[in-house]
């Protein structure tokens, strides 16, 4: 019996074979059982199992160009008066319900109830750290924002609000919002499932988001790869004003270098888009993968250093920390 794709109904495209998706150009993401036992046989660091944070109340509306970070890929993004989240996450655990899944290392750096009107959810894939149904839930009832996300991922969110204000497309697909607002599904190395029978059905991406207050980059999750993705992306849209880039979930390289790009990656992805601000997200709040739960900034750091690039030009963001743009 043929597979059937249970999210999607698209008919076939360069990154669609009209069953899964993948990443023209790019390694394979797929891992074998053999290759997950061998990684959980290897040594694994122990992180800390709580971490004190100092959360922040933000602005109601900002008329420049702030983020704020909220943990692991969830940021607040304030842009001339537009409110945006990307892959809110406010769950204790990232799993598929509330006693399944890693547990929160740092709580979120706003608490839920402090959260400004929210106008639009950026949802990059199915990921459970990325997807978390129980936060949609709670911000539509809230706000009911417009969700916008890569394709087959509607499907997931509207079986659980069904009311939910969801718009969909494939990389290239670009929305045109209030106000002169725009965002453009980009392409990600990476790769996607809820289960064990849903691999690279439902699509991956980064986003786009342009407003008169600048251009703002959010990777989602992905690899580097040749880099060329990122590249072409400099070309289509111009120098992001502020690029939101992981740093973590990395190790060990043999199994996660074809889906999550290392700190060292994360630096010449700024570089291949040639982004005047960077911020690191995707570390400290899940463990995830194998490294040190302090690793990240540091080799950050460290990578930087050996471009010659000042440490203020990217920076690892700890929950509840801001930074402010000054555009052009």
């Not at 800390?48 to 959360?55: A, L, S, T, Y």
């Not at 106000?179 to 786009?208: E, K, Y």
């Amino acid at each position: 019996m043929s597979k059937r794709n249970r999210y999607v109904t698209s008919p076939p495209a360069e990154n669609f074979d009209g069953v899964l998706f993948a990443n023209p150009g790019h390694p394979g993401t797929d891992r074998s059982m053999r290759d997950v036992f061998r990684w959980q046989r290897e040594r694994r660091v122990p992180w800390p199992k709580r971490i004190e944070v100092e959360g922040t109340v933000p602005e109601r509306r900002v008329c420049g160009l702030r983020a704020t970070m909220v943990g692991h890929a969830t940021v607040l993004i304030q842009s001339a008066g537009l409110n945006v989240l990307t892959d809110p996450v406010w769950s204790e655990r990232a799993g598929p319900c509330g006693y399944i899944g890693r547990r929160r290392t740092t709580a979120p750096g706003i608490a839920f109830a402090n959260l400004p009107p929210i106008d639009v959810i950026l949802l990059s894939h199915n990921h459970y750290d990325h997807l978390d149904l129980p936060s949609l839930k709670r911000l539509h009832e809230r706000y009911a924002p417009i969700i916008i996300t890569p394709l087959g991922n509607e499907t997931i969110v509207r079986r659980a609000v069904p009311d939910a204000k969801v718009v969909t497309g494939n990389w290239g697909s670009s929305f045109d919002l209030a106000n002169g607002v725009t965002v453009d599904i980009v392409p990600a190395n990476h790769w996607s499932a809820r289960g064990l029978r849903d691999r690279r059905m439902a699509l991956w991406s980064g986003f786009m988001l342009r407003t008169r207050a600048g251009l703002i980059y959010f990777a989602g999750d992905t690899a580097y790869g040749t880099g060329a993705i990122f590249r072409d992306m400099r070309a289509a849209y111009g120098r992001p004003d502020l690029a939101l880039i992981p740093i973590g979930a990395y190790a060990p390289r043999w199994f996660m270098a074809p889906q999550h790009v290392d700190p060292a990656e994360a630096v010449l992805i700024m570089r291949s888009l040639e982004a005047r601000k960077a911020a690191g997200i995707h570390w400290g709040t899940f463990r995830l993968t194998d490294e040190p739960w302090d690793e990240p900034p540091r080799l950050l750091a460290r990578a930087l250093t050996s471009h010659g690039m000042s440490p203020a030009c990217f920076e690892a963001l700890w929950p509840g920390q801001a930074v402010n743009v000054a555009t052009e």
